[in-house]
Every structure is written in C-alpha cells, then in structure tokens.
C-alpha cells in the first residue's frame, strides 16, 4: 500500500515533467519528431491543431474533386487540349510529385520548393539569395516535360490564384516596373520608339489583353490563363494550392508527401517573416537590371524606379500606405544607387514600420478593389470571359473584387 501511495505522489509530476519535455521537443525537432515518439499523447497536445489540418485538408481534397469533375464537361476538357503553349513543369524524383509552373501563381517559391526536395536545404538557401531572374533561368534537374508527367501519371500540384488578382500583380510586376517595357508601346499602340510609354494605366492594360484574345494572339505567360499554361484537365490533379491560403496548403503538402523535419521547417520558414528579408534583395536586383537597358534609362531615371518600386512594396503590403515615399534619401544617392542600398533602405523602413499580417492583407484587398473600381464593366465583362475556365476549375468568385 505505502509503495502504491508512494507512485501516486510523484505521478503527476512525472507526467507534468514529460509534457514539459515533449514541448521543448516540438520547439527544438518540429511536429514530425513528437508523433513519432508518442503519437497518442502528441495528437492531446495538438488536438486543435489537428482539427485545423483535418478540416483542410478536406478543402484540398474538395478542390481536386471539384476540378475533376468540372474536367468532365467535354467543352472545358476540349478548351484545354486545344491550348498549345508549352508547358514547363517540375518533377521531384525523391518525393514523386510534380508541379505546373505558374507565373504570378508563386512560380519563384514553387522552384525553391523543388530545389529543396531534390537538392536539400543548403541549395535552397544559396537559391534564395539568388536575383531572381537567374533563379528562373537556371537549369534544374527536377525539370520535366508535360508529356512525361502525364503519360506517368504522377500526382500534380496546380497553383492557383484569384485571376483579377493575379492580373493585378502581373500588372504591378510586369508593366508598371517596366520589366516588359516592349508590351508598354504595344499597350498604347506607340509605334515611335523615341516616346516613352511610362505612364501605361490598369485600364489601359485589361482592354489591351482582351484585344490580344479576340485577334487570337498567344498571351504572355504572366497573365495567361491558368489552365492553358498547365494542362488542368490532362493532370494527375493531387493538390489545388490557392494563392489565397499558401502557408497552410504548403503545409499539408509537405506533411502528405512526408517530407523530412530538415526540409520541411525551412521551406516553411521562407513562408514567414525572415522570408521578405532574403527574398526582397533578388526582387530588386532584377528591377535593376531591366531596368538598365538604354530605352528605359532614357525614359527614366533610376529616382524614379525606387519611386515605382517603393508603391509597388506598398501595393503587396510591405510598407504602410501612409509611408511617404523619401524623395530626399534617394535624391542625396543620386547616380550611385545599388539594388543592395535600395534594397536596405526599403528593409529598414518594413522593419521600422512593421505590418501584422492582418493589417498587409487589409493594404492588398484596398489597393486591389481600388484597381478595379477604375474599370469599365464591359471590360470587366469580357476579362470574365477570358478566364471563364479559370474561374470554373479553380473555384474563383467572377465578381470583381469592388464589388464583392
């Protein structure tokens, strides 16, 4: 009896003192570490967390459902086949999953991604400090062909994204950065190459890929349909990862293709804050360097481009739309302007200035609603039509954002 009292006394300490340690396992290993030592008792600690995950991944498995089933409908099904642009693909040979790359969709996350799984965190890292213009033009072992990914059948991620967004961002990125500065004469139809077309607008923008549609032009990879660039209906469609919730779609990914502690923590933490910290340095780099070409250094000095590139962090909800843009700072740099001081000049103001991630999504929704109250609705109309499919495989509300 006294040995059984004695148990009993330090029972529940023991037991406290274990739940302390599991903590600090979590903390210290991840999630995958405790499920694997004490399963049952994990499940009690994250039971919450779980239950968020279940119901997720409910949603993930309704997405694909639902694409499948809409791939029924011969025209949807037709409408894709006929789409001939060439498809660009990852394949991981270490985890057997693929995934369609899609521009405006995450595409420089997404090869990260891969680099990761095949190649390890250490090249992901190296990777991600990389401008990134040369991180999309480097050649990977884990690119593969559509052919092979279909004729294999592999299970396939589709990223997505709301199309008025995605158009949004391809603008901001695309056009008003002057990265494709060639589509800003063709936006105004300049044939005088000495103008210079800076001051291309978001209405001006949409009516012009309508026009491109109608005369049966191919569309730029940035803002072309989703569905022409990936094949949706031909597919192993295993993952529909919205642009709208990625963190917790990455995260059920990776949990369901078992993907190691190592690799699944960093790709994870690229997601978080540290991520606009090693990502914003390549971003404007790239600015920089397509920026360089003689045209747009006629039209524009490098001022003004930090001028773009500052609205363009407040526009993604980096930095507070109340933030001023500092014409004096950038006015004493001068000619002697480096994407590295840009870029830590923009990283302090984030940093001093900090957003919730509640307060950046409210900036985006704003600056997004805003775009679109400034457009015609028979332009808006004809938008719906050009991404009729997208909207239908993907689950995407038509309405444009100012009116929803």
Known sequence: MG????????????????????????AISGRNAVFYLLPGLATDLHQHHDTSMVSHL????????HLNTT??????????????????????????????????????????????????????????????????????????????????????????????????SAFIDKIYLLVRFNYNYAILSIQNKSVCPTDVSFQDFLPWIVNETKEGKTLDRHWAPIYSICGSCEVNAQYV????????????????LNVSSAKHNYIMQTLEG????????????????????SNVRRCMPWVEVTRK????????????????????????????????????????????FSMSS??????RENALRRAYEGVRKDVVDAIKDVY???????????????ER
């Open 3 to 26: 040995i059984r009292i004695s148990v009993r006394q330090y029972l529940k300490p023991l037991l406290a003192v274990v739940a302390f340690l599991l903590v600090v396992l979590y």
């Open 71 to 168: 791939c029924l409908n011969n025209d949807l099904l037709n409408a894709t086949t006929r789409e001939k642009k060439a498809k660009v693909l990852f394949l991981s040979k270490v985890y057997n999953v693929a995934c369609c790359k899609v521009p405006k969709a995450g595409s420089t996350f997404w090869t990260i991604f891969f680099a990761v799984l095949d190649n390890g965190v250490e090249f992901g890292k190296k990777l991600l400090g990389e401008n990134r213009g040369t991180i999309h033009k480097g050649q990977y072992t884990f690119f593969s062909s559509f052919k092979y990914v279909k004729s294999k059948k592999y299970p396939t991620i589709l990223p997505a994204r709301d199309p008025y967004s995605r158009l949004f």
């Open 388 to 402: 009729a499919l997208d909207f239908s495989l993907y689950g995407y509300s038509n309405l444009p954002p100012h």
């Open 309 to 352: 590139i500052w609205r363009s962090f407040q526009i993604q909800g980096y930095i507070r739309e109340d933030r001023r843009y500092p014409q004096g700072t950038f006015d004493s740099i001068g000619d002697n302007l480096t994407p590295s001081l840009v870029s830590d000049l923009i990283l302090a103001e984030i940093f001093k």
């Open 241 to 256: 990862v919205k642009q709208e919730t990625f963190a917790i779609d990455i995260d059920i990914v990776l949990q369901k």
């Open 358 to 363: 509640e307060e950046r999504q409210i900036q």
């Open 58 to 65: 409910e949603e993930l498995e309704r997405r694909s459902r």
């Open 274 to 293: 540290t991520r606009i910290q090693s990502s914003l340095p390549g971003i404007v780099a790239a600015i920089f360097d397509h920026s360089s070409g």
